[in-house]
Structures are given as structure tokens and as C-alpha cells.
Nanobody, 124 residues
Framework: QMRLMEFGGGLVQPGESLVLSCVAS????????MGWFRRAPAKEREAIFC????????LYSDSVKGRFTISRDFGTNTMSLHMNRLKPEDTAVYYCAYRPDKNCHMHATAYDQWGQGTQVTVSS
């Protein structure tokens, strides 16, 4: 059974950093197209990142490019989102997701497995 679980959310001040982890089970990350999404209050779910196993292609949204990066540990089957220079507008529930196709896609409807989400709040 496929399962995703996110960890690492919390309250941080503007300018600080935070790392979110997504632990996968039931499949292996090295063969999976994975995405990170977030949903801010009163807003639609936003795609912020995708990585394809086909050639390691990564896509980032403009809102996080240059501040957020991802890493994958195939030994622990964990994908991490490294968030730097956080801003109040980064406040959201963050989700990792799995897409069965091997190509990246930056829309939530293209993903069919989701974690429960973890809250990130950026506030002074």
C-alpha cells in the first residue's frame, strides 16, 4: 500500500529556514515522480516543486525558486524540502504527492497519492 507522510512543519520567523521531510512507503522514490504542494489560507493548492525519475528533471514555481531546494535519500526513501529565507507568504499547509506518470506536472490533479500535510507558519 502506497503511503506518504510529511514531517517538520512549525512556526518560524521571517528569514529563517526549515526542512520538511516526506517519507514514502509502498514504492521507491528513485522510480517516482514526486511533487511538493502548499495551500495557504483561502487560496487554492499551489504546486511548488516536481522531480521526475526519468532524467532527474526538477521544476520549481517562481514563488520559491532560489529559496527552496529539494533532496532525495533513496536509502531511507525520504524526500526533503529545504526552505530558506522564509517569508510570511510562505505560510501554508505543505503536502508531498506522487504522480504515476514519469513526467513532471505542476498541477494537483496529475497526482493521485497525497500525504496528510504539515503546517508551516512564518510570523514574527
Amino acid at each position: 500500500q502506497m503511503r506518504l507522510m510529511e514531517f517538520g512543519g512549525g512556526l518560524v520567523q521571517p528569514g529563517e529556514s526549515l526542512v520538511l521531510s516526506c517519507v514514502a512507503s509502498g514504492f521507491t522514490l528513485d522510480r517516482a515522480t514526486m511533487g511538493w504542494f502548499r495551500r495557504a489560507p483561502a487560496k487554492e493548492r499551489e504546486a511548488i516543486f516536481c522531480v521526475s525519475p526519468r532524467d532527474g528533471t526538477t521544476l520549481y514555481s517562481d514563488s520559491v525558486k532560489g529559496r527552496f531546494t529539494i533532496s532525495r535519500d533513496f536509502g531511507t526513501n525520504t524526500m526533503s524540502l529545504h526552505m530558506n529565507r522564509l517569508k510570511p507568504e510562505d505560510t501554508a499547509v505543505y503536502y508531498c504527492a506522487y504522480r504515476p506518470d514519469k513526467n513532471c506536472h505542476m498541477h494537483a490533479t496529475a497526482y493521485d497519492q497525497w500525504g496528510q500535510g504539515t503546517q508551516v507558519t512564518v510570523s514574527s
